[in-house]
């Protein structure tokens, strides 16, 4: 009941402030002034082998231990303008681990995000600036056991997005640096693109993170790796010093009308170093609410007009030359 009601507050706080983040498979931005997106995901990750610190190989779990992970997000977006956009989502996870002493299951309200993104250039190529910041609702401690479902520290991220509109093809990338407490900072980086069809969408993408600055307590990294064997099966999926990752992921869109959309997508990751390996599978609904239709339409009639339209835009204005010597009183008419 109260993780019921977390859901609803924070639903219509959502609401009311006009904030939204885009889903895992809306790494293309668009922006339409009045625009609200209102999405329901579920993410699936399961691992039963990890990457090792040297980054060259991965390991299996020992025999009978695996993690798996459920994340249930209610997703909102509200486009201010034709190159800006506030953001956030709210994420249940539910986690399941098989150790050598036990089967554990933890759910509960895990995080926050809430973030802001800006078109920065959009002469040919779009470049977007991308802010956020997370909150966790549950902090880890060394002597936990329950299983992991979030880091349980507040993240604070920037991404530069590029991406170039064809006809039917469109290629974007992103770079960025994700801050977290008492963790390592991230580099998280992306490629991929879409295949675009009247009612279809087909993408893919290679992404990942690199560490870039030590964690903290990296000379206390005995003590995460005995607290990750004791409840999350020994994954590193969370709680992991200095983590790296190379990941993929396929995906197709399917527009249902005009104002809903359904995608499904999958992927494994492929390396990394002190991180999980596994595979993972989403499935996104999203309802597109227009709050101004007229508004373009609008802009429209207003630029055609020679009075408000770009002086760049405008044609030649004629003007009548009458100073040449002829009394003009004798084309009056009477």
Known sequence: ????????????????????????????????????????????????????????????????????????????RYDLSKSSTWYGHL????????????????????????????????????????FNILFPFNKISENTDAVMNSEGVIEAGGLLRVQKQFSWYVPFGYLGGIYRQDRSTLLPWGIGSEFQWKTVILGGKIFGYQTIMDDPNKDRKNLRLIVNDRVNGGSLRFYAVNPSLVDSEI?????????????VGGGTTLTGSSAAAGFHGT??????????????????????????????KRGPIFKEEVNDGVDQKIFKKR
């Not at 995906?251 to 995608?263: E, M």
């Not at 499935?283 to 009075?307: F, G, I, K, M």
Request: proline share 2%.
């Open 283 to 312: 499935a996104n609904v999203t309802y597109t609410w227009d709050s101004q239709p007229s508004y373009y339409l609008r802009r429209s009639n207003e630029l055609s007009t020679d009075s408000d339209m770009d002086p760049e």
């Open 251 to 263: 995906y197709v869109k399917f527009k249902i009308g005009k104002a809903l959309s359904v995608s």
């Open 1 to 76: 009941m109260k993780i019921a009601n977390t859901l609803m507050t924070f639903f219509l706080v959502a609401l009311a402030g006009e904030i939204s983040l885009g889903a895992s498979h809306n790494d293309f931005q668009r922006f339409r002034r009045g625009t609200y997106n209102f999405e329901l995901e579920t993410q699936y990750f399961k691992s039963d082998a990890n990457y090792i610190s040297s980054g060259d190989s991965f390991q299996r779990l020992p025999t009978g231990q695996w993690y798996e992970l459920w994340n249930f997000l209610i997703k909102a």
């Open 91 to 130: 994420n249940v996870g539910l986690a399941n681990s098989s150790g050598f002493d036990a089967n554990r299951s933890s759910s509960s309200l895990a995080d926050a995000t809430f973030g802001f993104a800006y078109l920065l250039y959009d002469d040919g190529i779009d470049v977007i600036s991308d």
